[in-house]
């Protein structure tokens, strides 16, 4: 029995890790969440896949074992006390129990045993007489019911364990011990999975897996995770998603969506259709088809790569899905984008003083994509860039977040938008920056107009400043103010670092203002009153996003100009054919502990003895449950047993 605790007590806190971490799910998301070291310690005792892991499954085995060995050995005893009523009792023995009382009456025997058979079943008692030679036995029982409950309990544990056996993939465990199957780890096409890493339809018994359907899109294929791979799971039947619907809350979040699946089998005379939603699953054939998720569907993006680091402005047109991949040709080399997600709105709360100007709580950025770019040697970052600009302090920018892993959150670049809410101005600007001869002939300019005044020119110090002003330039386009701190450093000494920065500041400031001067002279829009304000406030903005771009890690920036949306459905399906004798071991389990907590299983017994012209009568009684109760009960019941006897 202790043992028999334990095991039920470990079975039962592995189940509660089961529930409480969730199971079977990539080991890179469990690696973020504990660290490396309780990643491998978690891995190593199977808290990944509790109900498939050997410990757990010898637990149930050995559990199974003992308690069907103990119903065995006492479900015999009990049944058989059930139907016994103990009528060869002594008087004596009687006499010796706790409960127990004797007096004597002048009624005849016959009234005696009529009135006492009468009360006791009066009482709910089943009653039971047998005659010896010098008196007469009579018995009564109630409550034997209760001792069933321990069969139905014992049992009801032996029926749970035997459908979690059938539910907890232990046919897929002893599949893996000998070999016959091996999740595969590689990311590539469904029918390019390996014979070893897929199922037929008749090998599972139980399993639970998701597949993502396109609108218009079938499939008869379930992707299982196990551990850091996966399995490739067949199903007897297609499964088509027809369409798909979701509304949303004004927060963004979404308020309920649906599926319109279509299952094709051949068992049908014609397709069977059918709308799922959340928590209204399809039961079909024993396999239960949830709606668990949403997303993209492999929505067509049509992009504006837009070059970085160049002097000429030559956008690229980019077409890709999402979940998709292309070679990008950049001014940087080669590289590949990959494409992971598409979000139709990006719904944010509004700040107070937004929600007092327009009156609502949340604003939407619009749609948005994320992306990797991926270099020759494999490296990549992931980017997150919005469609359309965004308002921040009356002024519009094109916000493009980066990252270098997903463990890290979204640095944003703010690129400001021309009044035309293009990108066209900032590029251009960019691009003059990076043309070294258009420079070179700015900063001298800028240098003769500095020094007009000066009655005796130095041309060697008018080549010095311009030189100066090229090579701060240089450090600047490639890593922004950073670069040019770690310039000065390696350079300068200590004591006259701060005053050299400041100098070099106002000597690149004042080639970029008089670069931003000539581009604004090219569009013709300086005036005798000089730059307007707006134009002013985007200069400031232009050179906070160029001094970003060295550490932005993409030698393009992608620009998001149409788009073709399309939605996707996550349908979770498992099957559990141990579900209903599993469902029924919970019952018997109720019941059982119900009859043995809340029945109480009573006997009594009265020997009637003549003694000259009297009647003896002795009474005794016990019970299982709670016996100081049970005391006061017995005190009242021979009060009336006396009362009808006397």
């Not at 799922?276 to 790569?305: E, K």
């Not at 770690?486 to 670069?515: F, G, S």
């Amino acid at each position: 029995m202790n043992l028999a605790i334990t095991i039920l007590v470990a079975i039962a806190f592995a189940s509660v890790i089961g529930t409480v971490l969730q199971q079977n799910q990539p080991y890179n998301d469990y690696i973020i969440k504990f660290g490396p070291f309780w990643h491998e310690v978690f891995q190593t005792i199977g808290l990944y896949n509790i109900y498939g892991a050997i410990w757990f499954l010898g637990l149930l085995m050995f559990l199974v074992l003992s308690t069907s060995v103990c119903i065995y050995r006492n479900a015999p005893v009990m049944l058989r006390d059930m139907k016994q009523f103990r009528l060869n009792v002594k008087e004596k023995s009687l006499r010796l129990m706790s409960n127990s009382q004797s007096w004597t009456t002048d009624k005849n025997s016959e009234e005696v045993e009529h009135n006492l058979q009468y009360f006791l079943k009066l009482k709910g008692f089943r009653v039971r007489i047998k005659e010896h030679e010098d008196h007469k036995v009579i018995a009564g029982m109630k409550g034997a019911w209760n001792r069933s409950g321990y069969i139905f309990t014992h049992v009801g544990i032996v029926v749970l364990c035997i459908g979690s056996f059938l539910d907890g993939g232990f046919g897929l465990t002893i599949k893996e011990w000998t070999g016959r199957i091996i999740p595969e780890t590689r990311d590539i096409r469904a029918d390019e999975v390996p014979a070893t890493a897929r199922l037929r339809p008749d090998e599972s018994l139980s399993f639970r897996g998701s597949i993502s359907l396109q609108e218009g899109s079938s499939s008869n294929l379930v992707f299982l995770n196990i551990r850091d791979g996966y399995l490739v799971q067949e199903l007897p039947f297609a499964i088509e998603l027809k369409d798909f619907r979701i509304e949303h809350y004004q927060s963004g979040m979404p308020k309920s969506f649906e599926s319109d699946l279509v299952i094709h089998d051949d068992m049908l005379e014609e397709p069977l259709e059918q709308t799922i939603s959340v928590n209204h699953p399809l039961i079909y054939r024993g396999y239960a088809l949830y709606q668990a998720s949403f997303g993209d569907g492999g929505s067509n993006l049509s992009l504006l790569a837009w070059p970085f680091h160049s002097k000429k402005i030559q956008k690229l047109e980019v077409k890709v899905s999402v979940s998709g991949n292309r070679s990008l040709n950049t001014p940087s080399g080669k590289y590949r984008l990959e494409v992971d997600d598409f979000k139709m709105f990006n719904i944010f709360p509004n700040s107070k003083e937004e929600k007092a100007e327009t009156g609502k709580r949340f604003k939407n950025l619009g749609p948005s994509f994320t992306f990797k770019m991926r270099d020759a040697s494999g490296a990549a970052k992931e980017y997150h860039n919005y469609m359309l600009p965004v308002i921040q302090n009356e002024r519009r920018f094109y916000l493009t977040g980066m990252r270098g892993s997903i463990a890290e959150s979204f640095r944003y670049l703010h690129i400001p938008a021309d009044k035309d809410d293009g990108l066209d101005r900032f590029m251009t600007f960019h691009a003059l920056l990076q043309d070294e001869s258009k420079i070179k002939r700015i900063a001298e300019e800028s240098v003769k107009s500095a020094m007009r005044e000066v009655s005796k020119v130095d041309k060697k110090l008018q080549k010095d400043v311009v030189a100066s002003m090229m090579n701060l330039l240089t450090l600047f386009n490639q890593g922004g103010y950073a670069a040019i701190d770690e310039d000065i450093l390696k350079k300068v000494p200590k004591d006259r670092q701060v005053n050299v920065a400041q100098a070099y500041v106002k000597i690149l400031h004042n080639l970029l203002q008089n670069t931003y001067l000539a581009l604004l002279n090219k569009e013709g829009i300086v005036t005798k009153e000089g730059v307007s304000k707006e134009d002013s406030f985007f200069f400031e903005d232009a050179i906070t996003a160029l001094a970003g771009i060295g550490a932005y890690g993409s030698p393009v920036y992608l620009q998001l100009a149409e788009f073709k949306h399309r939605e996707s459905s996550g349908i979770q399906i498992t099957r559990h054919p141990g579900q209903n004798i599993f469902y029924l071991g919970c019952l018997m389990l109720i019941v059982g502990i119900f009859m043995m907590f809340y029945i109480s299983y009573q006997r009594v017994w009265l020997i009637v003895k003549p003694e000259g012209e009297k009647l003896v009568i002795t009474f005794a009684g016990s019970g299982n449950r709670n016996q100081r109760d049970f005391a006061e009960e017995f005190k009242k019941l021979a009060s009336k047993v006396e009362e009808f006897t006397s």
